[in-house]
């Protein structure tokens, strides 16, 4: 089975400080896609990051980087100089590439509040 | 523009009766998805087309049915048979591909079943 578990319901950042954000996953297969997606009050999901499991460089898309633990099988998300704008749901999601082809696994998601 | 487009926003029905979702892209992807959101639940995989007139059941398939004439369209039907169709539906569509696509989504529809 493929399972995603975000364990922190909730998190606050002040307004350009640091906060990361925890997915751990699970899946017997050796080759898949990891994203996190942002839900914003508007309800429109966004693509944030993605990464390649087999690619040992964590993927970075300018305020937002990943810290990817293969082994452990983690996948969180940095986010850097936070602003307002962040404040969203945030989702972690497994695309395990066999089994799934491009269906993806979600996370419960990450109420991100950002305080000014 | 590109992209997804699903109406109605919002959505009202009495119990019993069947109700259809629109989702219509034309970002000229081969693969369309349909989810269910709920408080706490994330998103939940009810079915996906990767070609036209193809269509493969989900997670939670039960009480819902698809159909893909066209390339652009993927409505999604609750029927009454599904026991708890309140929730947040999210169409998406992808390039079909081997994985790793990123995979666009509609602004969604609230379906509220009373």
């Known amino acids: 089975a493929q399972t995603v578990t975000q364990s922190q319901p909730e998190m606050s950042v002040q307004e350009a400080e640091t906060v990361t954000l925890s997915c751990t996953y699970d899946?017997?297969?050796?080759?898949?896609?990891l994203f996190w997606y942002k839900q914003p009050p508007s309800r429109q999901m966004i693509l944030v990051i993605r990464?390649?499991?087999?690619?040992?460089q964590n993927a970075t898309e300018n305020r937002f980087s990943v810290n990817f633990q293969k082994a452990a099988k983690s996948f969180s998300l940095k986010i850097s100089d936070s602003q307002l704008g962040d404040a969203a749901m945030y989702f972690c999601?497994?695309?395990?590439?066999?089994?799934?082809?491009?269906?993806?696994?979600f996370g419960a998601g990450t109420i991100l509040r950002v305080k000014s | 523009d590109g992209g997804i487009t699903q109406s109605p926003k919002y959505l009202f029905r009495k119990e019993g009766q069947n109700v259809t979702l629109s989702c219509e892209q034309n970002?000229?992807?081969?693969?369309m998805y349909w989810y269910r959101q709920d408080p706490g639940q994330g998103l939940r995989l009810i079915y996906y087309?990767?070609?036209?007139?193809?269509?493969q059941k989900g997670d939670i398939a039960e009480g819902y049915s698809v159909s893909r004439e066209k390339k652009e369209s993927f409505p999604l039907t609750v029927t009454s048979a599904q026991k708890n169709p309140t929730a947040f539906y999210l169409c998406?569509?992808?390039?079909?591909?081997?994985?790793?696509?990123?995979?666009?989504f509609g602004p969604g529809t609230r379906l509220t079943v009373t």
């Open positions: 970002l000229n992807h081969d693969a």
């Open positions: 999601a497994l695309n395990p590439l066999v089994e799934y082809g491009n269906k993806l696994v």
């Open positions: 998406a569509s992808s390039i079909l591909g081997t994985g790793g696509a990123e995979q666009y």
């Open positions: 990464q390649e499991a087999y690619k040992q």
């Open positions: 899946t017997s297969e050796s080759d898949y896609y």
């Open positions: 087309s990767q070609i036209v007139n193809d269509f």
